[in-house]
């Protein structure tokens, strides 16, 4: 599979912009129509982001709008599979919050990078990581070549991966070494985990990145990239959040997880079409 990504990573270049995105967005739109689980999810999700009835035209839209930039992402994944962290450096047109990760980095207590399924998570990754390593904390897929491809596309981006499964571990002794994580928190978690507001709702979401951060003394700190129609993108960085150790450990660990969620809604509100929510983030709101 490797090979295969390889082989039409180098043919996608030959193929004209215009071509390539208008099918992506084609199949994006077919998606959208005839998957009725991605459309029924999405148009749940973006209706609590606009705070609009799901029958809304303009949830509606946002919701196909999602969809298609999902697709046209996966094209953009066979351009930046050839590119360097040095090449996609040159592309990033914009650089926001660039001072809060220098202070997050000079910390000195290595740190968690937190982001979503949102624009172009995998090159955010790799522009963290033009002058050290970042590991990646991954889901392990139930295809042994598609683990192996993705593996292989992180590691090109100098980003190693820890498997989601026994992540604890490996994410403790990374942040013992003073090095960096990262991981996506935008995923729900009913019932489990720490509850926090998102877009103003009650929403649950893993906590563990929060407990190793208290464990370590490690920060955090939320980021992403925002991909754009002419082949560029812009990074957004966020303050670090540290942890206070002498406050009540569940309630220190709510707090920033907290702040991490407010850190992903403004982070989304900037281009929320990117945000590629495909399950029920809120669950009461796939109900109504």
């Known amino acids: ?42 148009t749940a999700n973006m209706s609590v982001v606009l705070n609009l009835p799901p029958t809304d035209p303009r949830v509606r839209s946002l919701a196909m709008r999602s969809v298609i930039s999902y697709a046209e992402m996966m094209v953009d994944f066979l351009r930046t599979y050839r590119m360097t962290p040095e090449e ?9 919050g660039l001072h809060h990760l220098r202070a997050f980095k000079s910390m000195g207590r290595g740190g968690i990078m937190i982001t979503a399924h949102f624009g172009s998570w995998d090159c955010c ?3 963290v990581s033009v002058d050290q390593p970042t590991y990646a904390v991954a889901e392990t897929f139930g295809s042994r070549s598609a683990t192996a491809l993705l ?23 990374t942040l013992r070494r003073g090095e960096f994580v990262a991981l996506l928190a935008d ?3 009913p ?80 281009a929320p079409a990117q945000w590629y929510m495909f399950r029920p983030m809120w669950p009461e709101a796939l109900e109504a």
């Open 1 to 42: 599979m490797i090979t295969l990504v390889a082989i039409a990573a180098q043919a996608e270049r030959w193929v004209p912009r215009p071509v390539k995105f208008g099918l992506a967005r084609l199949f994006g739109m077919l998606v959208y129509w005839l998957v009725p689980r991605i459309r029924r999810n999405t």
């Open 88 to 96: 996609l450096l040159r592309y990033t047109v914009a650089i926001e």
């Open 125 to 127: 990754g790799s522009l």
């Open 151 to 173: 593996d292989n596309v992180r590691a090109r981006k100098n980003l190693r991966t820890i498997q989601l499964g026994n992540a604890a571990r490996g994410i403790l002794r």
């Open 187 to 189: 995923r729900p978690t």
């Open 191 to 270: 019932g489990k985990g720490v509850q926090v507001m998102f877009f103003d709702r009650p929403v649950w979401v893993p906590e563990g990145a929060a407990v190793l951060a208290r464990h370590t003394g490690s920060p955090l700190l939320v980021g992403g990239m925002i991909r754009y129609a002419d082949g560029t993108y812009s990074a957004h960085g966020m303050a670090p959040i540290t942890i206070d150790k002498d406050r009540p450990a569940a309630e220190a660990v709510q707090e920033a997880m907290q702040q991490v969620m407010w850190d992903l809604e403004a982070l989304i509100r900037k």
